[in-house]
């Protein structure tokens, strides 16, 4: 069964960066919409980012536009969520998502922890 791989999430402080990854053995990821999710306890999964399979053109949840950036990289058929300028509020398991042609899949997460 196909599954998402991310990786990069830890414990961070506030005012600094991480870098998600996604890799996705057994697809070809430039065919799919990608998108992150996030889910903080207690409340419900939110989208943060959508790459468009189309044109790679992003969108971002307004809680982290300007902070957050979305991209692919096709040679090694991996996407990437750079954080940056994280606040705790942003602290999370974050998943990243890809859907195609009735087709979806979603990571296993991975925890972004933001403390001082």
């Known amino acids: 069964q196909v599954q998402l791989v991310e990786s990069g999430g830890g414990l961070v402080q506030p005012g600094g960066s991480l870098r998600l990854s996604c890799a996705a053995p057994?697809?070809?990821?430039?065919?799919?919409?990608i998108g992150w999710f996030r889910q903080a306890p207690g409340k419900e999964r939110e989208g943060v980012s959508c790459?468009?399979?189309?044109?790679?053109?992003?969108t971002y949840a307004d809680s982290v536009k300007g902070r957050f950036t979305a991209s692919r990289d096709s040679a090694k058929n991996t996407v990437y969520l750079q954080m940056n300028s994280l606040k705790p509020e942003d602290t999370a398991v974050y998943y990243c998502?890809?859907?195609?042609?009735?087709?979806?899949?979603w990571g296993q997460g991975t925890q972004v922890t933001v403390s001082s």
């Open positions: 790459i468009s399979s189309s044109d790679s053109s992003t």
């Open positions: 057994g697809l070809t990821l430039d065919y799919y919409s």
């Open positions: 998502y890809a859907g195609w042609n009735f087709s979806d899949y």
